[in-house]
T-cell receptor
Framework: GEDVEQSLFLSVREGDSSVINCTYTDSSSTYLYWYKQEPGAGLQLLTYIFSNMDMKQDQRLTVLLNKKDKHLSLRIADTQTGDSAIYFCAEKGRGGYNKLIFGAGTRLAVHP | NAGVTQTPKFRILKIGQSMTLQCAQDMNHNYMYWYRQDPGMGLKLIYYSVGAGITDKGEVPNGYNVSRSTTEDFPLRLELAAPSQTSVYFC???????????????FGPGTRLTVT
């Protein structure tokens, strides 16, 4: 089946790096995504990675993909208070309508 | 572009009442979706549509109905509201391809619904 799992909470100090982890079950997933949800807002796409890539870097964000272990991570360098949010991992599921399977979300708290 | 818009932002319903949550997108996307988000849970797909006149059930369709008469609009209807439908509802849209290489979904700001 299709399932995505994430840890629920992460607390980091401002200026440190944050690493949010995710595991998924469908080895045929072609795209994996990270979405950010700020309080009271909708989900915003942060970044994505195609399944034939191991790593993708975009400014402070680094995505690592380990296909063998079906493990995805998001690293945020120099974490700021504005990074406090819920981060959702998602995989593109089977089906012809761009189906997404979401994890439960990791709440990132950044403290001084 | 406004992207995906949803109205209302908040609503309180009494048990047994009905309402329609509105969703519109101006990106000419063929695919549209309705999700609900319960506290501490991921998003669950209620219904989706692959084009005007075509809708299908997602994981949790019971208690809801949808229609898609135009590409832009995808309203969600709640009949006989129940406390279990208290949730935050998100509408999203997605392109079939072309410029959107990663097939990502774009989300509206959500409607927070309480049924008491």
């Amino acid at each position: 089946g299709e399932d995505v799992e994430q840890s629920l909470f992460l607390s980091v100090r401002e200026g440190d790096s944050s690493v949010i982890n995710c595991t998924y079950t469908d080895s045929s997933s072609t795209y994996l995504y990270w979405y950010k949800q700020e309080p009271g807002a909708g989900l915003q796409l942060l970044t994505y990675i195609f399944s034939n890539m191991d790593m993708k870097q975009d400014q402070r964000l680094t995505v690592l993909l380990n296909k063998k272990d079906k493990h995805l991570s998001l690293r945020i360098a120099d974490t700021q208070t504005g990074d406090s949010a819920i981060y959702f991992c998602a995989e593109k599921g089977r089906g012809g309508y761009n189906k997404l399977i979401f994890g439960a979300g990791t709440r990132l708290a950044v403290h001084p | 572009n406004a992207g995906v818009t949803q109205t209302p932002k908040f609503r309180i319903l009494k048990i047994g009442q009905s309402m329609t949550l509105q969703c519109a997108q101006d990106m000419n996307h063929n695919y549209m979706y309705w999700y609900r988000q319960d506290p501490g849970m991921g998003l669950k797909l209620i219904y989706y549509s692959v084009g005007a006149g075509i809708t299908d059930k997602g994981e949790v369709p019971n208690g809801y109905n949808v229609s898609r008469s135009t590409t832009e609009d995808f309203p969600l209807r709640l009949e006989l509201a129940a406390p279990s439908q208290t949730s935050v509802y998100f509408c999203a849209s997605s392109s079939t391809g072309g410029g959107s290489v990663a097939y990502e979904q774009y989300f509206g700001p959500g409607t927070r619904l309480t049924v008491t």
